[in-house]
């Protein structure tokens, strides 16, 4: 019987000190929300898991849970934590104050994430730092009523047993005090985190400062030829809408910056540093560019690929005015968030390259998420290697020398776009009718451009399919192919060959170290 309550009063402990683990989280997000988005230590600890974790859980994450990886993160480092507490609750309960200590370690851990964050100033320390001693004084109150509490009933055990009824009556007004304390906190700790979120989201200033934003329009414009996109339902569309187009970062909050006070600055073996910012890069003068951006964890026949016209200005004007040294070969480019890409100088002053600073997408200013204000696009390389995002930093040096973000996780530190080709319409699952059915998709081989895309069915002959007149060689085209289905399986095969009469690499490889290869290949059902 005794048992059995004490089992009750180590489950309240626990409770308590989930309640205190919620306040320090809510406190801290409070604080963030008044003195640095992004340095609470959900996030921060959040940011410091994903930069740990090995490439294969990454990919896991990435591969199951898609575009929600990061809410399940966040939500993961908010039940390790409140598990933790738990079990700081019962340590307290059990032997005060060791409980409190394991709290105060936590928020440590929590600041120390939150100072070692790219771009984080000493007061980012606030949130955890404030949260933590209110969960520690929280802790400390909720445990010493628990134990009033306990104490209280134990005065008169009585040997009818331990039930709420035959509790003595001296035990009544602490258990009341302890469930008051513990009801209450845990409700201010839901409201003020909450709030505090859903405050932060709805009151970003750099969604104002960009709507706000007028960017002056292009010197020169993309010619888009009449039949460059063709009719077919089910095809993607020739310039990808920015809602559509796919999202790869490492960032758990789309980094804030207000392009009044962005600068970009131009270092390392350079004979003259620069330093310029936003509005001196439009006066450069802005012209408009058709790229298609591929990402090399894009899987044959995946979605991780994209079409955009962007305006910019070429990197190899920048590059001009800081002189870069002979011996040079690779620029490290740096986001605010600390994220870094390896791109070859060759790519970067080449002048039939248009290697871009970009500032609009698709006519309007970046959207946050793809890097507003300022982002590089290189056609021709992998995003990982050349399309740093919220971009600040420019550093000229060397291969032998530098290394970017994911070089020491897995990924060549150069990776070129591997030509490809892919099926849209019919998708594999979705039976079609028996008939005249158009087959269509895309395929890209950016800066050689696509000469030819073909279809095998059923491992027959390879047909050349009608082609999409290409924008440019930095574009993506798209194909389509009528085609007689008889009722029963099919498969169909699609390849490409480029301008400079490559055929696409028939070998599967997987996306490390340099991005996948293989013909898609794709079973369709005819009813
Ligand atoms: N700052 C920053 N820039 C980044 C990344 C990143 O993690 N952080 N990811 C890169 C990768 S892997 C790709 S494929 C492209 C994707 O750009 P998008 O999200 O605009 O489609 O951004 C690149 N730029
Ligand atoms: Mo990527």
Redesign the pocket.
Known sequence: MARQRSVRFIALAALAGAVAAASVLAVAELVALIVARGAGPLEAVGAFVIDIVPQPVKEFAIATFGEYDKIVLLASVALGAVVAAAAAGILQLWRAPAGVVVLAVGAAAGTAAALTRAGSTPLWALPSVLGGIAGCVLLALLIRRLRRWRDAARGRTSPAGPDEASESPQAAPSRRAFLTMTLVSAAAAIVVGAGSRALSAVTNSIDAIREALRIPAPRSRVQIPADAEFDVPGLSPLITPNED???????LTVPSIDPATWRLTIDGMVDQPVDIGFDQLMEMGLDEYAIT?????NEVGGG?V?NAVWTGVPVRELLKLAAPSADADMVLSR?V?G?T?STPLDALVDPERDAILAVTMNGEPLPL???FPV?MVVPGL???VS????LTQLTVTRFDRDEA?WTPRGYSARAPIKMSSRLDTPRAGTPVDAGEVMLAGVAWAQTVGIERVEVSIDNGPWEAAELSAPINDDTWVQWRMPWQAESGTHYIGVRAVNRDGDLQIEERAPIAPDGSSGWQRVLLTVR
Do not use: N
């Not at 187009?245 to 960032?251: I, K, L, P, S």
């Open positions: 187009f796919y999202r790869v970062d490492t960032a951006l591929t990402c090399v964890s991780l994209g986001s968030d994220y890409a998420e793809h890097g982002r992998y995003g990982y399309a740093t995002k919220w973000y």
